[in-house]
Each structure stands twice: as C-alpha cells, then as structure tokens.
C-alpha cells in the first residue's frame, strides 16, 4: 500500500476551525457533501474567533447607511460589490446560524424575538449602534457551540492538532492538502478544498491574535501560485494593553463613552479626527502611537462609563484584575497588531484562482474591508464568506476526491533546537516592527525587503531537508511578512498602510489627516 491509496479523503477539506471554517463546514453539509475539518488547533481558544470581543454587526432598518460605513473605513479600496454581499447577506446568515441553530445568547435576546429587539452596541466608524454582543467576549459564545453543534452533526469529521504543509495541485486542479499528523505526513484528498486558516499575528511581537496566527493559508496559496492581494493592509487595533501578557480592550468601550488621554492626561483625539474616539482604527492607531512617543503613555479613562463600567464589561475587569490594574486609573494602551486585510484573492463565493480551491475569514481577501477593517465586520465576514464558499465548494467537490501522486516532504536531517525558531522569529518582528508597522517609509521598507528576502533563504533551506510544525510555521510566517513589506513598497497610502516621509515618521499625529 502507498501513501496515496491509505490516504484519507473528504468531498470537502476545510481547513481551520474559526468562524470562517466552521461555517463552510456547516453549508457543506447541508448540501450533503462528507466534510473533513483538518485543524491544527486543540481547544477553541487556539481561534481568532474565541478572542472576538467586539460583536457582530448586522443590518438593521438602513441597510444604506452599513454600506456606507463599511465602505468609508475602506479609505476607498473596499470592493462595492463585496460590501453588498455583506451587507445583503448579514441578516439572514446571522439569524439562520448564530441565532436559530446554534442559539447565542447575545444580550437582550429573549426567545422569539426579532433581532431588532436586541441590545446593538456602536463601535468606531459606525454610524449606527447594529452590534449584536455578548458582554465584550462575543467570539468565545460562538465558537463553542458552533464546535459542538458540527461535532455531533453526521457526515461531519475533525482532525484535531493536524498541520497543513502545503497544497496538493496536479495541472492546475487542487486536490487537497499535505498533512502533519500524528508524526506522520500524510495526503489528505478532496473534492474541494476550503482554507479558513487565520491571520499573520505572529508576524509581529505584539499582536491580539493568538500564538498560531503564522499566516499558514496566504502562505500556502501562495506557494501553490494562488493570487494575493492588498496584503499591504495590516490594520493595528489602537487600544492593546501593552504588557507582557497583552490583551484588547475592545473598542465597545469607546462606544459607551471612555475616552483616550496621553501621558499629560490631555484628551488628544479631537485634534485628529472629527470623530474623536471614534474615528476609524486607522486613525486612532497611528494618534495613540504618536501620542506614546510624545509623552510617554496613553491611558484609557473609563470614567465616563462609570458606574457601569464593571457590570458592562465584567470580562475585560477580570482582564484588568489579574494584572492588577485599576480600570479608574485609566487602562495603559498601545496599538497591536489586529487583522489582515488583505490575503488569498477571492470572489463573491470564496472561490480563489485556483481550480477547487476556496478561502474565507481572515486568510481571505474578499474586497469588504479595503485599506481598513470596520469594527465588528470580522466574524460577520468569515460567516458570510464561509456559507458561501462551503456551499459552492460542496457542489465543486460533488464528483469526489480524485487522487494525485503526492510528493512527500524530505525528513532526513536532524530536528533543530527550539532556540533556531526562536532566534528566526526575533529578527522577523524586529523587521516588521520597525519598517512594516502603524507607519511606514520608503527607505525602511526596502531595508525590510532585503533583510525579509535573506531570511526566506534561510528558512527555506531548513525546510528542503525537515518536516516540524514549528519549522514551516516559521516558513509561513516569513513568506507573509515578504508578500507584506513587497505590496506595501508598491501601494500608494491608504486606511492602515501610511507611508510618510522620513522627517515625518513619528510626528504629532502620525501623517493623520483631519478628513479622515
């Protein structure tokens, strides 16, 4: 027997377990295709989707007017057509899924009631409160019952703590993935396959995502000669608890009142943007960053919440409570490194430009978000383009797994020591720090793209000859980080991607515009 014959097999491949992944597992399966979800993660908390705290936006009696948010956050890169898909599908895919089937208790919510009769938080941007939430932990309330609800469904299947290598393609056609699992690498052959695979935190050294956010998806298309695109778009949310162990202070909390003041206690927002708090992520970001190097630190005053502020956010209390810190002093913040914008190019049903191949969530780049993310539109976006792509990615995978011959990564050397990873990684987000982060300049990104290319070298060679999960992570990481620094070399300013002179890096407010 051959690696190819004993192999597994699925009508459906997805992988990755986040919102994005499990919704395409879910359409699949309602359209009768047998689904495999291959996941490197071993509990929820290992997704992007458990650390969403925000909500999830949907659309209320003005349909318009999200449309016009979504796109003016875009900073005019956003694909109108995309945004309709969103926008147009929002409704229906959140009462379907989260509410009807997998019952999430957003607040507010009584049994019956119509989704307007919920309580709608307001976040940056928006110029409505159409939030849906639970507390400020919304992601962890969907993901579990979404987990469990696909565990107990027939023709459903997971792999739990399995690596994708690479993508299996045979003359323009994929035909699945390569495998990590249980030691062993091994083909797995599909029908169709789905990636929902995340985003690239671990490109930099603070980030809200979580530790295995190395971009596997964008990096694994891309090799396979799948499209890329607006990876230039690396949004930062502003407000991150700087410490050593990070957490986010979700924007819901600008929405209810609380306010940002620098190192003087000077409220400095309203100088910036007419929104103030308010503004897009991308403009508040680059002030609170400029505003940290100005005077020393940025403080969120909460007091304007008060005396709510507890029993509205209990969560990011406990959050404050372990680190000691006294939400009425103000919560520490700086930028961190938050969502891809852009990622594997999709269409409107998440199909990319390779032959069965699909992608959806935060490794997909399906033109709603443009140059700036909208608060909240995240999940709705991984639920959206993950129906859609299960969907079509049932009906494209109908006619089975065909079989290629697969080759078998080389294993043949020494595993490298743990402190190889490491020291690779350091000089990877010291790079992306420092050239690729809130602001850019011209002549750091060329340094960065020189310093990037290098270290892709150097990776790749230890990858010809070993197979470990931390070895091509680390190869992922580094492909993303050069797709990054090379479209943002290339891309004129826009949303999140600020290129200034070199005089201007770090000024008052960071190349802000007023009209934002």
Same mark, same amino acid.
Request: with cysteine; net charge negative; proline share 5%.
């Given at each position: 027997?051959?690696r ?5 097999e ?9 919102? &994005?992944?499990?919704?395409?597992? %879910?359409?699949a ?15 929820p908390?290992?997704?992007?989707t ?8 949907v ?12 796109l ?8 109108? *057509? ?35 009769? $919920?309580?709608?938080?307001?976040e940056a941007?928006h ?36 690596t !994708?290598?690479?993508?299996l ?10 495998l990590?699992?249980? =030691?062993a690498?091994?083909?797995?052959? &599909?029908?169709?396959?789905v990636? &929902?695979?995340?985003?690239?935190? !671990?490109? $930099?050294?603070?980030t809200?995502?979580?530790?295995? /956010? ?9 090799i396979?000669g799948a499209?890329?695109?607006?990876m230039? $778009? ?7 608890y700087?410490?050593? #162990?990070p957490f ?23 100088a910036v ?9 991308d403009?508040?970001?680059?002030a609170?960053?400029?505003a940290? *190097?100005?005077?020393g ?6 007091s304007?919440v &008060?005396?709510?502020f507890e ?9 404050? /409570? ?7 002093e ?11 914008? =852009?990622g594997?190019a999709?269409?409107?049903r ?6 069965? %191949? ?8 399906t033109?709603?978000?443009g ?10 976006e991984?639920?959206?383009? =993950?129906?859609?792509? =299960? *969907? ?9 797994a065909?079989r ?8 043949? #050397?020494p ?7 490491? /020291? ?5 987000? *010291?790079?992306m ?11 750091g990104?060329?340094?960065a ?11 790749d ?8 999960r ?7 990481a580094?492909?993303c /980080?050069?797709?990054?620094a090379?479209?943002?070399?290339? !891309?004129p300013?826009?949303g ?5 002179d ?12 007023a009209?934002?």
């Amino acid at each position: 027997m051959t690696r190819e014959t004993d192999a597994r097999e699925a009508d459906v491949l997805v992988v990755g377990s986040g919102v &994005a992944g499990c919704a395409a597992a %879910l359409a699949a399966a309602r359209a009768g295709a047998e689904v495999l979800v291959a996941t490197k993660a071993t509990a929820p908390e290992d997704a992007a989707t458990h650390w969403a705290q925000g909500g999830v936006a949907v659309t209320g009696s003005d349909p318009e007017s999200f449309r016009e948010d979504v796109l003016a956050a875009g900073d005019g890169a956003a694909d109108p *057509e995309a945004v309709d898909v969103l926008v147009g599908d929002a409704r229906e895919a959140v009462t379907d899924v989260l509410v009807d089937t997998l019952g999430v208790p957003f607040d507010g919510a009584s049994p019956g009631a119509d989704l307007g009769a $919920y309580d709608r938080g307001r976040e940056a941007a928006h110029s409505a409160r159409r939030i849906l939430h639970v507390d400020a932990s919304t992601g962890r309330h969907v993901l579990r019952p979404f987990l469990n609800h696909l565990r107990d469904r027939e023709g459903v299947t997971f792999l739990e703590d399995a690596t !994708a290598l690479d993508v299996l393609t045979h003359e323009g056609r994929v035909h699945g993935v390569e495998l990590l699992y249980e =030691g062993a690498v091994e083909p797995v052959f &599909a029908g169709a396959t789905v990636l &929902a695979m995340g985003g690239i935190g !671990a490109c $930099y050294r603070t980030t809200t995502n979580p530790p295995g /956010a190395t971009g596997d998806g964008v990096a694994m298309a891309a090799i396979a000669g799948a499209r890329v695109a607006d990876m230039q $778009y690396v949004q930062f949310h502003p407000t991150a608890y700087p410490g050593d #162990d990070p957490f986010l202070v979700s924007e819901a909390v600008r929405g209810e009142g609380a306010v940002l003041r620098d190192g003087e206690g000077e409220r400095f927002m309203p100088a910036v943007h007419d929104d103030a708090e308010l503004a897009p992520r991308d403009v508040v970001a680059r002030a609170v960053a400029n505003a940290r *190097e100005r005077t020393g630190e940025v403080r969120l005053d909460v007091s304007p919440v &008060a005396p709510d502020f507890e029993s509205e956010f209990p969560d990011l209390t406990a959050l404050c /409570a372990e680190r000691g810190i006294d939400p009425r002093e103000g919560i520490p913040v700086a930028p961190a490194e938050h969502y891809l914008c =852009g990622g594997v190019a999709v269409d409107e049903r998440g199909r990319t430009t390779l032959d069965r %191949l699909f992608a959806a969530g935060e490794c997909a780049r399906t033109g709603v978000h443009g140059a700036n993310r909208l608060a909240s539109t995240s999940l709705l976006e991984g639920l959206v383009w =993950g129906l859609r792509a =299960g *969907e079509t990615a049932a009906d494209a995978g109908a006619d089975g797994a065909a079989r290629i011959e697969a080759p078998e990564p080389l294993d043949r #050397d020494p595993e490298l020591p743990d402190a190889f990873a490491d /020291a690779k990684y350091a000089r990877l987000r *010291e790079t992306m720090d420092a050239a690729v982060g809130v602001e850019r300049t011209p002549s750091g990104l060329e340094r960065a793209r020189a310093t990037l290319r290098r270290l892709k070298g150097e990776v790749d060679a230890y990858t010809r000859t070993r197979v470990s999960r931390s070895l091509y992570e680390l190869r992922n990481a580094t492909v993303c /980080a050069l797709l990054v620094a090379r479209a943002a070399s290339d !891309a004129p300013s826009a949303g999140c991607h600020r290129v200034v002179d070199e005089n201007d890096a770090g000024g008052p407010h960071g190349g802000a515009r007023a009209d934002d």
